[in-house]
């Protein structure tokens, strides 16, 4: 009886796990997919010293903002953003795409780095002390002001 229960109430790939040769524990086969460690929320918002990660946001149905910021994040790809860089425009929850400002969807940003003797690319993951771009290149970066935006200054590993 006990073996029918959980029979009923796994997935095809558990069964086939319970059933076929390869046996591993049950609660290991049903476990959610979590996001990784986060980064360091001293990263985020408006910083002491003036700077932050500047982001290219569209949130909701609002126009697209170049001038974004990022509040905190949700999952590994999802972030509370507001639109303005000074936290008092529209807040919402986006997904980090590779695009362009002008091609962003609702509820999508992009954060774009500059790499150190060539040209610009799109950051698709954002770690603590490194990032990917859309090309699953690895970089360090560093938050950078020109006193117009702030951007990643991005190092290749």
């Known amino acids: ?21 390869r046996r ?4 290991r086969q049903l476990k959610e997919k979590k996001m990784g460690r ?13 700077t932050n990660i500047t982001i290219n946001c569209k949130v909701g149905s609002n126009g697209a903002s170049v001038v974004g910021m990022i509040k905190s994040q949700r999952s590994a790809t999802k972030f509370l953003v507001d639109d303005a860089k000074d936290d008092s425009g529209n807040e919402g929850i986006c997904t980090l795409v590779a695009k362009a400002s002008g091609s962003l969807g609702a509820d999508e940003m992009s954060i774009s780095g500059q790499v150190v003797g060539g040209g610009g690319v799109f950051i698709t993951k954002l770690y603590n002390r490194t990032c ?3 090309n699953n ?4 970066y560093t938050i ?6 702030s951007f990643l200054q991005l190092t290749a590993i």
């Open 24 to 27: 591993v524990d049950l609660e």
């Open 144 to 149: 950078e002001d020109d006193s117009t935006v």
């Open 38 to 50: 986060p980064v360091n929320k001293r990263k985020f918002g408006a910083l002491a010293d003036g």
């Open 132 to 134: 990917r771009d859309n």
């Open 1 to 21: 009886m006990i073996n029918i229960c959980v029979i009923e109430h796994c997935t095809s790939r558990a069964l086939e796990d319970l059933c076929g040769t």
């Open 137 to 140: 290149n690895r970089y360090t």
